[in-house]
């Protein structure tokens, strides 16, 4: 089975990166599966629902979110209505949505997606680790479930590359969002999970994180706001990470990065004939 996690989308960039490649991307590499994380895709901060659709409309199964989650209003009502739209699982009881979906893939493979929000330099949120695994229990991975992919989005590498090591064997694919930067320490952990600190994010990477340069450098060399964090506008790099599993196990064979268009871009290694 092939599955494809794209980073953050960030602003009409990202978004217009993702619409435009993504359809030509699933058809020349025969995705069964694809996730994105949608949480900056509508003006930086949030995603509003007809956004949320022109990636679903692009070829994503599963929308994942994170700490911006609710910074659009409208996703507190229209999230109850759209299922493939999650958010972290580990907010608090009494929250809009839902956390983890299972999902019929292209090809009837069966694929259980959890988002979750880590709690270093976060704010306050309930426990991550427990809240996951609770998930992965209810349809394990080889049982009920043929993937298992698991976006964590938080700040801090160590503490991504501790769900990394505390799902392994239990996850296909466990991978960081938050930072928009992509890492280079795509890899198969020892009990078979693929594991990637952070996918980066789809957005023009001539930035400082995908926002123009001007209020982030002013606020830097100041201190004091001029105005509002806008997200730049330039060609988008698509950033994320393709893995491949085992059929029998839904555990990863292979695992690569994707860097396409904009200043990142570099081609993804192929992968190994099916």
């Known amino acids: 089975m092939r599955l494809l996690f794209l980073g953050d989308v960030m602003g009409r960039s990202g978004r217009d990166g993702v619409t435009e490649r993504l359809p030509g991307l699933i058809a020349q590499h025969r995705f069964d ?30 929308v994942t979110l994170g700490d911006h989650a609710f910074d659009q209003r409208e996703a507190l009502t229209y999230i109850e209505r759209e299922p493939t739209l999650i958010r972290p699982i580990n907010y608090p009881p009494g929250t809009p949505g839902r956390g983890a979906m299972m999902v019929e893939g292209r090809n009837g493979h069966r694929v259980l997606v959890v988002n979750a929000l880590g709690r270093v330099f976060m704010p306050p949120i309930d426990d991550p680790f427990r809240a996951v695994e609770a998930a992965i229990a209810d349809a394990p991975l080889g049982e009920v479930a043929d993937a298992v992919i698991v976006d964590f989005h938080t700040e801090a590498t160590s503490e991504i590359q501790a769900m990394g090591h505390f799902l392994d064997g239990r ?23 693929a ?61 690569a990065p994707l860097r396409l268009g904009g200043v990142l871009a570099q081609a993804m290694p192929d992968f190994p004939t099916r």
């Open 33 to 62: 599966f694809v996730v994105v994380n949608g949480e900056n895709a509508s003006h930086g901060k949030g995603l509003i629902e007809s956004h949320f659709q022109a990636l679903r409309d692009a070829g994503a199964d599963i």
């Open 171 to 193: 996850a296909s694919l466990v991978v960081g969002t938050h930072t928009h930067l992509p890492t280079a320490d795509h890899r198969v952990l020892k009990g078979g999970t």
């Open 195 to 255: 594991f990637m600190a952070d996918a980066g994010m789809c957005g023009d990477f001539d930035s400082i994180i995908g926002t123009d340069t001007d209020e982030p450098l002013n606020r830097f060399l100041t201190g004091i706001p001029n105005g509002r964090f806008s997200p730049a506008e330039g060609e988008a790099t698509l950033c994320g990470v393709a893995v491949e599993t085992d059929p029998r196990t839904g555990l990863a064979l292979y695992v």
